[in-house]
């Protein structure tokens, strides 16, 4: 590989479509934050939002502002901006909850307009968090859900006619390895199977394309490429195909055809605001809408082809400069994730030192090194500058 100047990456940023896009973000002086797979930063626009939402919003309006500054409908609104990032339609995606808690919602509806098995598959690597869920859903089912985890590989293999859903994260948030979406939903069909998918790590950073994969369920999280802030709303997408079939096993008043009229009996209302459990978290979901300003006229395919390139020069600088890490992701741009992964035996106390230094990514246990790549506003010069800062260290 030829020597990579800092000119060269700064022609990079020169050239870059997206160079503009890092002024709409707040980013502390003097730090490299390659940390967006786990909080993306703070869009400026969220700022001035959540001053409007709090003084003038609920501060003047106060219970006016369900119906004056549409409150109610915030929950909707917000997902169709998210829709169009996903690959969805209008109306087949609503901001929620929390992650898990539409994971949950996801599984639980799955299990009813699927085919009538008993069998969750899912890969041993799966995030955490997912996998309690999906526990949980057995431990309380009877003996009825039985949950499989398998390797990676042998994911195909396994999607026999005992499977009801296919539950996967799309993007691994520790191997940063992309799941082929569109073949593994294909797959999960011809097997008669649900497909849900977590969109967590993806939805931001890489094109996702819900419906043209024929995907039924996905849920995903607000806070980490969408910007949504510390613990804001994920959302649930449904395709519309399901949605009324659904009789939600977290049924609540805000997904009531008739809320308002507080009648004792349940009886949901039609499309996605069924996923609505109780009151939503207006100020949550005011700082999400403000956070997607930043992807307004942004077309998503060229987001994910500038991952792909941070994370190539990324691999290609520390394969130059620092041969002791050893990478532990993807090569190639289009199986990999918006992070690159190395491992190291002594990756926590590098990582350690790394921050000290102003260069903000995570390390995971035992030995994992990860830098989250977020293409609206990260450099290609952040990635230079990263990759010098370890090579200080591991020469020291
Ligand atoms: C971040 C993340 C979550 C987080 O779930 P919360 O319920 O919002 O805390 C869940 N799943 C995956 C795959 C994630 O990456």
Redesign the pocket.
């Known amino acids: 590989m030829k020597k990579i100047t800092l000119e060269k990456v700064r022609e990079m940023d020169r050239i870059d479509p997206f160079r503009g896009k890092r002024e709409e973000f707040l980013l502390p002086e003097g730090i490299i934050y390659l940390d967006g797979n786990?909080l993306g930063a703070l869009p400026k626009a969220v700022r001035l939002r959540i001053r409007d939402v709090t003084e003038n919003e609920w501060g003047q309006s106060l219970i006016a502002g369900w119906d004056k500054h549409g409150w109610v409908a915030l929950p909707g609104k917000v997902g169709d901006k998210i829709a169009r990032l996903i690959g969805a339609k209008q109306g087949e995606v609503v901001v929620t909850e929390?992650?898990?808690?539409n994971?949950f919602k996801a599984v639980t509806a799955a299990l009813q307009v699927g085919p009538k098995r008993g069998t969750i598959l899912t890969e041993k690597g799966?995030?955490p968090?997912?996998l309690y869920v999906l526990d949980a859903i057995a431990r309380e089912s009877g003996g009825k859900v039985k949950i499989k985890r398998v390797a990676r590989e042998d994911l195909i293999a396994s999607l026999t006619d005992e499977i009801a859903i296919l539950c996967l994260?799309h993007a691994n948030?520790k191997t940063s390895v992309r799941h082929d979406m569109a073949a593994l939903t294909r797959r999960a069909r011809e097997a008669g199977a649900m497909t849900i998918w977590?969109l967590?790590?993806s939805a931001g950073a890489l094109p996702v394309d819900l419906n043209g994969c024929g995907a039924d369920f996905a849920i995903g999280?607000g806070?980490?490429f969408l910007n949504g802030g510390p613990?804001g709303s994920?959302y649930i997408f449904v395709a519309a195909r399901h949605q009324n079939k659904i009789l939600p096993a977290l049924a609540g008043w805000m997904g009531h055809v008739r809320p308002f009229d507080f009648s004792s009996d349940y009886q949901p209302v039609s499309g996605i605001a069924r996923q609505l459990t109780g009151t939503p978290f207006v100020i949550g979901a005011a700082a999400l809408d403000a956070a997607l300003e930043v992807f307004d006229g942004v077309d998503m395919e060229a987001v994910g082809e500038k991952a792909g390139k941070l994370g190539d020069l990324f691999i290609g600088l520390v394969e130059a400069e620092c041969p002791e890490m050893k990478l532990a992701c993807p090569r190639e741009a289009t199986g990999r994730t918006s992070q690159v992964t190395f491992t190291y035996p002594e990756a926590q106390k590098i990582m350690a030192e790394v921050v000290k230094r102003g260069v903000v990514a995570d390390f995971r246990p035992p030995d994992v090194m990860r830098f989250g790549l977020a293409p609206l506003y990260n450099s290609y010069e952040d990635v230079y500058r990263a990759v010098l800062t370890l090579k200080e260290i591991f020469k020291q």
Request: some cysteine; overall charge negative.
């Open positions: 786990s929390s992650t898990s808690i994971l799966n995030f968090a997912d994260t948030y977590d967590s790590h999280c806070y980490k613990g994920g």
